[in-house]
């Protein structure tokens, strides 16, 4: 059967991009279909003030070239989302990826075609293109999630979602802002739009917990010796649960004398960012351990905010880092601005949005622009906006309606030659997404190149695989404080989604490990034909 490409490869941010380039290293005929008009992903569409990594530049970036690597300087210790849009084109120039990517072109439909094992997809401009595998690379948090409330439509004034922000850039100078939303990117673009706006009003459903960035510039010094030691640096990171190198506490919080403990805290507070809960191991695992890093946190919020009730509404009651942990400069202090209001609507949801603003606890307040800070249908959304259909035309979502259930996060039965990188089921959004994305790639590309060797057309797991997988995935979700809330892990904020702990947290290492096996022991859980 001939087809047009090998690989048809959904999304051109950096799982996209690197999937092209090491199929078309291989001798592989790829092409990518990318719904924006550039490069980068998230970092393409997240555009919003104050959006930045919260994983250090240094390890935030690829490690498969050395040159690149070498060439490329971080300036600050987290990069902002300009930088990183600036690293993916650079990528994309360099390695000369532009000319296999289609952008302006959205995905609307893949159709595996059992006589011909062959994928048939469709795009929004009228493509129709076969190809023999589909790599989705199409992010996890990348379809934005706008709340269903009542007169959104009725608002006169602009509204922005930071998941999709004006590429142009927004001036709140002089305007009245509304905020919906409390999580990673309201925390980031808070303290900037409230320095721009005449006044800001922040409704907030639950308070959040975020530890301080202490972002700097990058010390020449320092990036000379990263660069002298990046292999070390990337192999000790690949050790560690999130893919990320920072020293891990192995003591147990609750079993740390409490001055001890205390000064522990202190010191992962006074470095900034996500390494605060690692500042003991069982975090995560132990109500108790969780309270006492909790109840430092708490503290800290008391010590910033001015007002006490303002301090009392914007203390967090739930699990430290059961939601995801946010990393922000300056978000507390904000809210000691006179320019700034905090509304609490934890007990009763926004009842409606009106032609000035909104109608929240029977009072009606008033404001020029909106912004939802919403966040996203995560993992699932961007996969099941798609209309893709494996054998006898079963639909994905239709697979899916109880809650995804995948083999590794990269693949489905019913579904062959479909590769999802960075899928439901594979560590991902818990782990530092680069290496994540990297180790995804190099599988699917060796996976490839095994397959034509042995002359191979169709891979597909098999049920039990699958099935093991899943239930593998739910118990080391049990095991954890981090599947107890209502957070997007578990797509609790999108109504009627299933609720499902979605990411592998048994660690980057372990995952590394059970997909190394499977390839060893020659695809196992796989049915090659
Ligand atoms: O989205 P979120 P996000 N009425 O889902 C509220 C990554 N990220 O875009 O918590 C009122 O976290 C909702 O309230 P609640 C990172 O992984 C990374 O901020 O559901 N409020 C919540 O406060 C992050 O976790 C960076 O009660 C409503 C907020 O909206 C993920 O993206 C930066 C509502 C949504 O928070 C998502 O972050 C930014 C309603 N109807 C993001 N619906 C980095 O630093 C929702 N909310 C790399």
Redesign the pocket.
Known sequence: MSTDFDAVIIGAGFGGMYMLHRLRQKGFAARVFEAGSGVGGTWYWNRYPG????VESVQYSYQFSAELEQEWEWTERYATQPEILRYANHVADRFDLRRDIQFETRITAAVFDETANVWRVETDKGDKIAARFVITAMGC?SSP?T?K?EGLADFKGPTYH??NWPHEGVDFTGKTVGV???????I?SIPIMAEQARHLTV?Q??A?YTVPAHNKPLDPAYVAKVKAHYPEMRKRAKTKPAGIDFVINMASAIETPEAERRRLFEERWAYGGLGFMASFSDLLLNDESNQTAADFVRSKIREVVKDPKTAEILTPKNIIGC??LC?DTGYWETFNRPNVTLVD?SDK??ERITANGLSAKGQDYTFDCLVL????DAMTGALLKVDIRGRGGVALKDKWREGPKSYLGLTVVGFPNLFTITGPGSPS?LTNMLPSIEQHVDFIADCLETLRAKGVNVIEPIDEAQEAWVGQVGDFANITLRSTC?S?YVGA?IPGKPRVFMPYIGGLPAYIAACETVVKNDYEGFVLA
């Open positions: 959006a930045r990594c919260d948090l999630n709340p409330i930071t998941g919906i939303g409390t999580g990673s990117s309201a980031q409704f459903r639950t959040n939601k995801r990393v609507i949801p926004i800070a919403t966040g996203f959004v209502s997007w904020n």
